[in-house]
């Protein structure tokens, strides 16, 4: 049995403390499932199996499974269950390749997959002292993005920051600062030229009591020039800087899938298959490189070679690992990313890997190609791909 993606739909990705700040992320999850069942008027939301969710941070208002919260705020019937998915950057991803195999295993025959992250309101939170009254002070560790509360047997190597862990394969690979910023300024371009030709009409959907109709983070005024003016975040003679590396960012996206048969449930025709699916892992400070071999596992088990992937979504975390993995794979670099990528459409974690996903389906479909490929580096040295198979595209 194959697995079939009948529908996605995201919000606009807002800027950390931008247009989306003020909303819970729990309502940007129900507002992406709201609009993906009301778009499938035929499919009774009681005829969903389940929802699978992606999310990242898990220590705020998202919360308790924000999978089945947002399931419920989204007036889905409280027999339909849900989960909350974990793999850092790749849960959306995640959460997609569980549902397709549930699927896939006939086990159950509609799954809403998606995820969300509010990075803007991700909390502060405070150790639990081993005894009450401690002298000392405490300090509030932000969990926005990063490590936290590292366990001292955790080897330094493993541990140093996500930047750093890019510096360090910028060194291994000599990706040199002028080519991050061209794939930087390309990223916004494409982005702005895919938002003014409409391609985004249909995939992203305005937050109800926000003003924020496109991505928040696109400039497309970016150039390389201007991009060379910033600053090394990183390291003072380092390459990677707020301009050719993802933005914090908030937002939502959802994916419904189906099997073959599921087509009359939905009442719509699937838009793609889920060909291939893989996981890769690395030692943590190598996550950058990890969807390479991903992609490659992916390709392989659909049975589908370099030379016939027509389109590429690889989530931008920063330019330097993109490149790297394009570098590495046998493949068009102008296929990779053609409608904008994370460094200008933005990086809420937990709803990446949908948004690739949702974005592949939709740029195969406008080229005609057949194949695709959809993949995410992941925190802690991991990778995730899934293959798509467009299914109106000449065989």
Known sequence: MSSFVYGAVRTPFGRFGGALAGVRPDDLAAHVIRVLLERSPRLDPGRVDDVVWGNANGAG??????????????????????????????????????????????????????????????????PKPSRAFPAGDLAAVSTTLGWRMVNPRMDPAWTVSLGEANEQLQQRFGISRERQDEFAARSHRLAHEAWEAGFYDELVVPVPGTDLTRDENVRPDSTVSTLATLRPSFRPDGTITAGNASPLSDGAAAVLLGSEGAAATIGRDPLARVAGRAAFALTPQEFGYAPVEAANRALERAGVPWDAV?????????????????????????????????????????????????????????RRERWGVAAVCIGVGQGLAVVLENVDAPA
């Open 61 to 126: 208002e998202e919360n308790r499974n924000v999978g089945r919260m947002a399931a419920l705020l989204a007036g889905m019937p409280v027999g339909v269950p849900g989960t909350t998915v974990n793999r850092l950057c790749g849960s959306s991803l995640d959460a997609v390749i569980m549902g397709s195999r549930a699927i896939d295993s006939g086990d159950v025959d509609v799954v809403l997959t998606g995820g969300v992250e509010s990075m803007t309101r991700a909390p502060w939170v405070l």
């Open 310 to 366: 027509g389109a590429v979504e690889l989530n931008e975390a920063f330019a330097v690992q993109s490149l790297a993995c394009v570098d590495a794979w046998p493949v068009d670099p102008e296929v990779v990313n053609t409608r904008g990528g994370a460094i200008a459409l933005g990086h809420p974690l937990g709803a990446s890997g949908a948004r690739v996903v949702g974005t592949l389906a939709a740029v195969l479909r406008e």
